[in-house]
T-cell receptor, first 114, second 111 residues
Framework: GNSVTQMEGPVTLSEEAFLTINCTYT??????LFWYVQYPGEGLQLLLK?????DKGSNKGFEATYRKETTSFHLEKGSVQVSDSAVYFC?????????????FGKGTKLTVNP | NAGVTQTPKFRILKIGQSMTLQCTQD?????MYWYRQDPGMGLKLIYY???????DKGEVPNGYNVSRSTTEDFPLRLELAAPSQTSVYFC??????????FGSGTRLTVV
């Protein structure tokens, strides 16, 4: 079945450091890929997405490229801020019966220190 | 726009009690979902709905029931609460493949 594996956390960085959170997936066909962010005490928010191979999703300085050859969708940011501290979830979406049920990774907690 | 609204935000139940978690969306999305989030375990799909009158089981449906009488509302029912149902519950809605909009969650503790 479809599954997502993302790097274990927690990740602790200093402000302005480079961020990479790895995500790989297993799926049949051509799924959509997503990154969601969850700030403390809140629900998940869509951060970025990509719907086909070689697509690059980007938002708020974050980027991720859909790599079908390596089945990966790694999240990157060149210079993190304290406000980026949150839990990040990689997710895979596969249309079934008209809806798109998402399968989520376990989440990676990021803490950015000043 | 309110988006997806969940109530209550917090609840403590005793073993064997029942309750309904409410979820309402005002975006006219056809698709709605219930997930539970356990610490370190990501999100697991409980039930989902592709439109009014249509629901289906997800990965972890046991102990829960849902109904979808209108496009806007998708309540989740716990009939006999058990400690294993202690979790944070998220409702979400979507339009085709545009990604989900999540509610802010209900934190449930069963004691």
């Amino acid at each position: 079945g479809n599954s997502v594996t993302q790097m274990e956390g927690p990740v602790t960085l200093s402000e302005e450091a480079f961020l990479t959170i790895n995500c790989t997936y297993t799926a049949t066909g051509y799924p959509s890929l997503f990154w969601y962010v969850q700030y403390p005490g809140e629900g998940l928010q869509l951060l970025l997405k990509a719907t086909k191979a070689d697509d690059k999703g980007s938002n708020k300085g974050f980027e991720a490229t859909y790599r079908k050859e390596t089945t990966s969708f790694h999240l990157e940011k060149g210079s993190v801020q304290v406000s980026d501290s949150a839990v990040y979830f990689c997710a895979l979406g596969h249309p079934q019966g008209g809806s798109e049920k998402l399968v989520f990774g376990k989440g990676t907690k990021l803490t950015v220190n000043p | 726009n309110a988006g997806v609204t969940q109530t209550p935000k917090f609840r403590i139940l005793k073993i064997g009690q029942s309750m309904t978690l409410q979820c309402t969306q005002d975006m006219n999305h056809n698709y709605m979902y219930w997930y539970r989030q356990d610490p370190g375990m990501g999100l697991k799909l409980i039930y989902y709905s592709v439109g009014a009158g249509i629901t289906d089981k997800g990965e972890v449906p046991n102990g829960y029931n849902v109904s979808r009488s209108t496009t806007e509302d998708f309540p989740l029912r716990l009939e006999l609460a058990a400690p294993s149902q202690t979790s944070v519950y998220f409702c979400a809605s979507s339009y085709r493949q545009d990604g989900y909009t999540f509610g802010s969650g209900t934190r449930l503790t069963v004691v």
